[in-house]
């Protein structure tokens, strides 16, 4: 059974510029979640996409958005890149939405480099 | 602000010693909790996990013990193998969202 996968896997932007960033889920599995990672601040949760709804949303200014399609893929997007947006940007799908007693599977994350 | 909270970033330990590694949180709405284990170029991987009525789980080499009145979280790894040598994350969850900590690399040196 295939995992998640997540394209582009690496990506060198420049400021002002966007991305868009593709997470295919594991089969069968209906959320989709994004999370950054940058050192000393762990994984910060984006947000949540389940049967193509956002459920939830971390703290994240709306630069960032995203969306799920009928198949589950999900596509995050950054808009007018910052520095500070380059980090690991994971995505993890569970076979539903997330709750209590639910296993996320991550994907290799895409790094993104903004200069 | 930071939920779940790993303060030690760094952690060594000879082979076949054991490693202790931990978390504090400050949600009391927390009511499950997980710890992850992360390669270099690879996503997190699930490695123990358990549930706020419990305070002890077993795994294999892993334990995980909570002290819900201390808030505190901690991962044994016993004994430990130099393929241990990772990023580890605890992670908490509410019941809709996880919560994860900044991490501590463990080095186990052979």
């Known amino acids: 059974k295939a995992g998640v996968t997540q394209t582009p896997r690496y990506l060198i932007k420049t400021r002002g510029q966007q991305v868009t960033l593709s997470c295919s889920p594991i089969?069968?599995?209906?959320?989709v979640s994004w999370y950054q990672q940058t050192p000393g601040q762990g994984l910060q949760f984006l947000f949540e996409?389940?049967?193509?709804?956002?459920?939830n949303k971390g703290n994240f200014p709306g630069r960032f958005s995203g969306r799920q399609f009928s198949n589950s893929r999900s596509e995050m997007n950054v808009s007018t890149l910052e520095l500070g947006d380059s980090a690991l940007y994971l995505c993890?799908?569970?076979?539903?939405?997330?709750?209590?007693?639910?296993?996320?599977?991550f994907g290799p994350g895409t790094r993104l480099t903004v200069l | 602000d930071q939920q779940v909270k790993q303060n030690s970033p760094s952690l060594s330990v000879q082979e076949g010693r054991i490693s202790i590694l931990n978390c504090d949180y400050t949600?009391?709405?927390?009511?499950?909790f997980l710890w992850y284990k992360k390669y270099p170029a690879e996503g997190p991987t699930f490695l123990i996990s358990?549930?706020?009525?419990?305070d002890k789980n077993e795994d294999g080499r892993f334990t995980v013990f909570l002290n819900k009145s201390a808030k505190h979280l901690s991962l044994h790894i016993v004994p430990s193998q130099p393929g241990d040598s990772a990023v580890y994350f605890c992670?908490?969850?509410?019941?809709?969202?996880?919560?994860f900590g900044t991490g501590t690399s463990l080095t186990v040196i052979p």
């Open positions: 993890a799908s569970c076979r539903e939405a997330v709750a209590t007693y639910n296993e996320q599977f």
């Open positions: 089969s069968g599995h209906r959320s």
């Open positions: 996409y389940f049967s193509e709804t956002q459920r």
């Open positions: 949600n009391s709405m927390f009511d499950y």
């Open positions: 358990i549930s706020s009525i419990k």
């Open positions: 992670a908490a969850n509410t019941g809709n969202q996880f919560y």
